[in-house]
């Protein structure tokens, strides 16, 4: 009898390679050379911050500028940077400057990691992203430089400038700012070069790579753009101006915006509207924001930002289509129609799942959190578990006095927001290799 060959499948590659990144980067963050203190970080802490960065989460045990030394910060922008484009298309990167083939293992892969729908021009996307990264994050860098240069020197304003716009891009949120300056970007609330700088970042990061590449092959004209493109483009501005205006209602008299000018306002507001779209960056102390801009806030970061992006949480296009899907049903269409195209309704079945067990995922993980560590209350709990898994990075000050249950709670939060729920479940599921029995239908009551 033959013994049956073990094959990882792509989904299972997929999430046992971030797994692959995440330990061998706790392993060096823990090493004296990574610490300011030149001393052994705690390993949980290390694995913890390892997750965040390779999962571009932002959530850390440790503040990143003061008890990293530049080598563990050079490491965590290196996560940052892999986690953020995905590590297929590092690798496959790496084999086209050698001049090798990407064969069809690596080209489903990158289809998965990427989001592509397809399996052809997969190497001029590949270009595109890392061309594209490097162009937006130097550019970043350059732009912020004009404000970290003169506040921090010419070395460390330069590394500074760098850091933050990889981390912008990236999604990721993590920053080397002094704390006593209010902590991540609070220093520049008002200053509109860092603060648009690192919002457009985020913006463009969160779209998504396949955006970008559909954008230059219609040659910007939104006629010709897929329903992908416009569906994200449009649902995206839609939530940006959206947010800052309610953010803007909101806070306008609360203490932090109240003797704020409506250009000062408007700033504030349209960070506190960008950031939490998976960024976790902030300007405005999450602790600060009144009943209504947290509840916003959590809403954002559960819909985060596009597939095959830098982004996390629901997804935008999933958000669309249970909308429309939504509002197909109350209507009694047969068929979901957007624009002048049909939509499958497995795409419909696919997007609840995903939005019911994340939503599941976040409601278990809020509930152990507040038993484990009775001190922490619910709301700053459901924060900070919405944000693990929807890789978004903010948090209402918590983190490093969680015990180690909760924190081992979050690293797997985060794990399963950057592989992708979607992904994380099939790489789980069995293989079958017969034919789904199909059974009589039936009905129930609902509604």
Partial sequence: MKKRKFKLSVWQ????????????GSALLCMPFSTADGEFTDYLGALFTSASATCVTGLTPYHTGTHFSLAGQIIILILIQLGGIG???????????FRRGIGLGNRQLLMA?????????????????VLGSAIFEILGAFVLSFRFV????????????????VSAFCNAGFDLMPA??????????????????VCLLIIVGGLGFCVWSDVIDSRFRFKKFQLNTKIVLTVTGILITAATALFMLFEWNMPYFGERNFGQKLLLAFFDAVTPR???FYTTAPQSLSDSSYLLTVVLM??????????????????????MGMIGVFRGKRDLNIGKKRVEYSLVYQSLAIFAALLMIITASTIAICAIDVQVGSKDALYECVSAVCTVGLSMGITAGLSAVSKI???LLMYAGRVGILTLALALAKRRSYNEIRYPVDTFLIG
């Fill in 13 to 24: 590659t997929l999430a046992i390679g971030y797994l692959i990144v995440i330990l061998f």
């Fill in 87 to 97: 590590f297929m298309t590092f690798v496959t990167s790496i084999l086209m400057l």
């Fill in 113 to 129: 990691s990427s989001g592509s729908g397809k399996l052809a021009g997969l190497s001029t996307l590949v270009k595109r992203i």
């Fill in 150 to 165: 003169p506040d921090f020197g010419w070395g460390r304003g330069i590394f500074y400038s760098v850091f933050h716009s």
């Fill in 180 to 197: 006593a300056g209010g902590g991540s970007l609070s220093a520049y609330a008002l200053d509109p070069v860092v603060s648009v700088t």
């Fill in 278 to 280: 998976t960024a976790g």
């Fill in 302 to 323: 559960f819909i985060g930002g596009s597939s095959g992006s830098t982004a996390g949480g629901l997804k935008v296009g999933t958000f669309s289509v249970i909308i």
């Fill in 409 to 411: 709670i979050l690293i």
